[in-house]
């Protein structure tokens, strides 16, 4: 390969990480607006959409936590590629699934797909890009999350069925399918692309680190609960904001569509602004922010003075969100002991899954035993929930100079 190619290279495998976190998106801001025709079609209760979120997160937390095992087996490239595959397979599934026990059977498939490809991007992004370019890529998950509400509400306003919608994501993955195996020989392996001049140095005197001890450390378990926290407070939102809106405040299902596609652009929007002011604040000013950011938009919510106060809420709530995950991934090896790293990164994204699954489950468990109006109650106290813990988690990081001072600059082979 003449060197002269190898930017060009770098350049298409960076467009085709950002368009594999939009893929991410689609399916996860779809759920919330396609769940009230899904419920009435199989005759579902208010919360039986936790069967598909639980069943989802056993296929994603089985290939987060095997993501490490697998990229020492091949490179990133033919990963993604199987990830979207199985990813692929749920989304066609779901559209042509002739029963409710189909569709959660197909979702651990689909949370098989999910999960390798977000574990993998992430550690690979942590380890080798910027605050600014890491919340930049979250972004696209966030644009994908923003486009998945607006595509399928489109689609029910013009009267077709919930399922096109899932059909027409799926046919793009495999799109993108085709598109890693066509650049298959250019991906590298995960485990060699890691702060490469810190990695060499750390791999000549100290060996990896195994799983069990890097449970022994304090701040991987706060680092546990705090990305439940966050993530469940996030998917609640974004699954609930639907039906809140049009059950509670009695929205016309159109404008609620677009509220829901709005939330998650905000947190798109977030992002895109927390990377251009990246190396302006410190992570610990852009987490912290946020949360405050959060719990505002919370007790606007929750203060219960009308639809428009509730829609400014739902906002606030996105554009906090923002930049809270990227800048804690980006900050994860300031965190733990490089050898740490990746075991931590793995644990994370994990707990995060569980989050997206269990969070939103018991909002919507609540809501059924207690009536919609306590949904943005339960919102609230996720949020003060999640503000304390990230408190907690960068007073007691052992590191917490670095995490003062990181910046856009990242690492010098850093886009």
Known sequence: MPPASKPIRALLLLLLTYVGFISLGLPDGMLGVAWPSMRAQFDLPLDAVSAVLVVFIAGYLISTLSSGWLLARMNVGMLLALSGAATAVGLIGYATAPAWAV?????FISGLGAGAIDTGLNTYAAMNYSARTMNWLHACYGLGAASGPVLLTSILASGAPWQRGYFWVGIGEVVLVACFLATLSWWPKASGTAHAEQTQETAATQPP???WSTLRLRTVWLGIATFFIYTGTEAAVGTWAYTFLTGHHGVAPDRAGNWT????????VGRIAAGLIAGKFTPRALILGGAWIIVMGAVLIVSG????LTIVGIMFIGFGCAPIFPSLISTTPNRVPLQHTANAVGYQIAAATLG???VPSFVGFLGRVQGLQVIPVAWFVAAAALLVLLMMLLRFSPNPSLIETRTASGTPSTP
């Not at 569709?103 to 979702?107: G, K, P, Q």
């Not at 596609?261 to 798109?268: D, K, N």
């Open 103 to 107: 569709i959660v059977a197909l979702s």
């Open 261 to 268: 596609a709005a939330y998650w652009g905000s947190l798109t």
């Open 305 to 308: 003075l009308g639809a428009t």
């Open 209 to 211: 680190a195994t799983l």
């Open 356 to 358: 997206i699954a269990l």
